[in-house]
């Protein structure tokens, strides 16, 4: 029902308007031409916490302390029963006695008194707090979704630029960059589903391509370690790395060659949490020490002092490549 | 040029990196972090600084105004949209350059501020 309909019950049948404005949910008001309160709805009392005793005969203006002061509302107030003007909507948001912070929404219309034909004020509010937080919490939500594709491009794009076309083929390229932006879109799968993501999902997510038959590359010892979506990217790229390097050169490019990984999780003496990953490659040729330039070996050194911001070392023992590193587990 | 690189995902301060110095400039950082970037500032100081608006959920705020107090101008550059940066103080007078960038938007905007 909207205020014209309410507007003809008034006129016709004043007493069943009465039930009908008692039920509405939303806070009514009339008020006379000097916008003095002559009545108000259930949902007015309910919605401010007050009485008929602190509300009829005052003026719009004297509800509550001195929220409703507001020079423009009053203005445009003044003139809804004279000129027959509307209100539609008016925005107030303030601190109410007893209900704490809302934003209410006024609108105002004239009504003519079905009796005496006396011209008078009916306003209504609407407690819009709560959509007000809705639309809020979506429109940051949806800021912070352009941000993050935004900069997942230019993650991508310096991804591309990154891997090196120097010595490889078209193909070998686009296989490479492919590799490593399939290890980045793994590891957001697994940071996506959850706030945190545990370090076991994320090294078998990232691992899988590579482990085979689950033979090749073995997951000891791991527990779970809660890792906030960042430390989770950057591992992710590491381990990726590490895998394609073994693949490649390593343990993994031989038969029956192995890659355990492990961690640990322990306190150090500054009381953090840290976490220690050990990466041990056996069985396949005498690895030798790649360029200190390479993507692989830059990435790694990069994601885990800076980003991670521990510690790695890379051991070009003649067994095979052993990475140990560790890093401090961050607050979630 | 000596510029202060600080930005928090690795590949793209890999890649910043790489194209400063085949420019034959010299980088100070990457710092992945504002305490990394203060501490950096505490040993040396740069002719000109390249800054991630958002450093780990954080503006890169703390870091901007050091630099206003050293004298040396920065860049900003983010994902975020300009009208979101000019919400600080310590910001408003720096470029702009929006992510993704190509390599030319960062070179011109280095060119500019530099000395």
Same mark, same amino acid.
């Given at each position: 029902?909207?205020?014209?309909?309410?507007?003809?019950?008034?006129?016709?049948?004043?007493?069943?308007?009465?039930?009908?404005? =008692?039920?509405?949910?939303?806070?009514?008001?009339?008020?006379?031409?000097?916008?003095?309160?002559?009545?108000?709805?259930?949902?007015?009392?309910?919605?401010?916490?007050?009485?008929?005793?602190?509300?009829?005969?005052?003026?719009?203006?004297?509800?509550? =302390?001195?929220?409703?002061?507001?020079?423009?509302?009053?203005?445009?107030?003044? /003139?809804?029963?004279?000129?027959?003007?509307?209100?539609?909507?008016?925005?107030?948001?303030?601190?109410?006695?007893?209900?704490?912070?809302?934003?209410?929404?006024?609108?105002?219309?004239?009504?003519?008194?079905?009796?005496?034909?006396?011209?008078?004020?009916?306003?209504?509010?609407?407690?819009?707090?709560?959509?007000?937080?809705? =639309?809020?919490? +979506?429109?940051?939500?949806?800021?912070?979704?352009?941000?993050?594709? $935004?900069?997942?491009?230019?993650?991508?794009?310096?991804?591309?630029?990154?891997?090196?076309?120097?010595?490889?083929?078209?193909?070998?390229?686009? =296989?490479?960059?492919?590799?490593?932006?399939?290890?980045?879109?793994?590891?957001?799968?697994?940071?996506?589903?959850?706030?945190?993501?545990?370090?076991?999902?994320?090294? /078998?997510?990232?691992?899988?391509?590579?482990?085979?038959?689950?033979?090749?590359? +073995?997951?000891?010892?791991?527990?779970?370690?809660?890792?906030?979506?960042?430390?989770?990217?950057?591992?992710?790229?590491?381990?990726?790395?590490?895998?394609?390097?073994?693949? +490649?050169?390593?343990?993994?490019?031989?038969?029956? !060659?192995?890659?355990?990984?492990?961690?640990?999780? !322990? +306190?150090?003496?500054?009381?953090?949490?840290?976490?220690?990953?050990?990466?041990?490659?056996?069985?396949?040729?005498?690895?030798?020490?790649?360029?200190? $330039?390479?993507?692989?070996?830059?990435?790694?050194?990069?994601?885990?002092?800076?980003?991670?911001?521990? /510690?790695?070392?890379?051991?070009?023992?003649?067994?095979?490549?052993?990475?140990?590193?560790?890093?401090?587990?961050?607050?979630? | 040029?000596?510029?202060?690189?600080?930005?928090?995902?690795?590949?793209?301060?890999?890649?910043?990196? %790489?194209?400063?110095?085949?420019?034959?400039?010299?980088?100070?950082?990457?710092?992945?972090?504002?305490?990394?970037?203060?501490?950096?500032?505490?040993?040396?100081?740069?002719?000109?600084?390249?800054?991630?608006?958002?450093? @780990?959920?954080?503006?890169? %705020?703390?870091?901007?105004?050091?630099?206003?107090?050293?004298?040396?101008?920065?860049?900003?550059?983010?994902?975020?949209?300009?009208?979101?940066?000019?919400?600080?103080?310590?910001?408003?007078?720096?470029?702009?350059?929006?992510?993704?960038?190509?390599? @030319?938007?960062?070179?011109? #905007?280095?060119?500019? #501020?530099?000395?």
């Amino acid at each position: 029902m909207d205020l014209d309909d309410l507007y003809r019950l008034l006129r016709g049948a004043h007493v069943q308007a009465q039930g009908i404005v =008692d039920t509405v949910r939303d806070p009514l008001l009339v008020m006379d031409e000097d916008l003095c309160i002559l009545s108000a709805n259930p949902a007015f009392y309910r919605t401010f916490a007050t009485g008929r005793d602190d509300s009829l005969g005052k003026r719009f203006e004297q509800l509550g =302390d001195g929220q409703w002061q507001i020079a423009e509302l009053q203005f445009l107030l003044e /003139k809804v029963i004279p000129k027959s003007s509307a209100i539609l909507d008016y925005e107030v948001t303030a601190e109410f006695p007893k209900i704490g912070p809302r934003t209410m929404l006024v609108s105002a219309q004239r009504l003519v008194h079905p009796e005496d034909g006396r011209r008078l004020l009916l306003l209504s509010i609407v407690d819009a707090t709560e959509q007000r937080g809705k =639309d809020n919490e +979506k429109d940051l939500l949806i800021g912070e979704v352009r941000h993050r594709v $935004k900069n997942l491009l230019a993650v991508t794009r310096a991804l591309a630029k990154q891997t090196s076309v120097a010595g490889r083929t078209a193909e070998q390229y686009r =296989d490479t960059f492919l590799g490593r932006f399939g290890a980045l879109a793994r590891a957001l799968e697994v940071t996506i589903d959850r706030s945190s993501s545990d370090l076991p999902d994320l090294a /078998k997510a990232v691992l899988e391509p590579y482990a085979g038959d689950g033979q090749t590359i +073995k997951i000891d010892n791991a527990p779970v370690v809660p890792l906030q979506a960042r430390q989770a990217m950057s591992l992710g790229m590491i381990l990726h790395e590490l895998a394609t390097n073994a693949l +490649k050169y390593g343990a993994l490019s031989a038969q029956g !060659g192995q890659v355990a990984l492990s961690w640990t999780t !322990g +306190k150090e003496q500054d009381g953090l949490e840290q976490v220690h990953m050990q990466w041990t490659e056996s069985g396949g040729p005498a690895p030798v020490s790649p360029s200190q $330039k390479g993507f692989g070996t830059r990435l790694i050194r990069s994601a885990a002092e800076r980003e991670l911001g521990g /510690k790695v070392d890379l051991e070009f023992r003649p067994g095979g490549l052993v990475v140990s590193q560790s890093f401090p587990l961050r607050a979630q | 040029m000596k510029v202060l690189v600080v930005e928090d995902e690795v590949l793209i301060a890999m890649d910043i990196e %790489t194209l400063l110095i085949e420019h034959g400039h010299l980088v100070l950082g990457p710092a992945c972090s504002i305490v990394d970037a203060l501490h950096l500032l505490d040993a040396e100081c740069p002719d000109v600084a390249l800054l991630d608006f958002n450093i @780990h959920d954080q503006p890169v %705020t703390p870091v901007a105004e050091r630099l206003r107090d050293l004298g040396v101008p920065f860049i900003l550059t983010s994902a975020y949209d300009a009208k979101e940066l000019r919400k600080y103080d310590a910001l408003t007078e720096a470029q702009f350059v929006k992510k993704p960038f190509d390599d @030319h938007d960062l070179l011109r #905007a280095l060119a500019r #501020a530099g000395p």
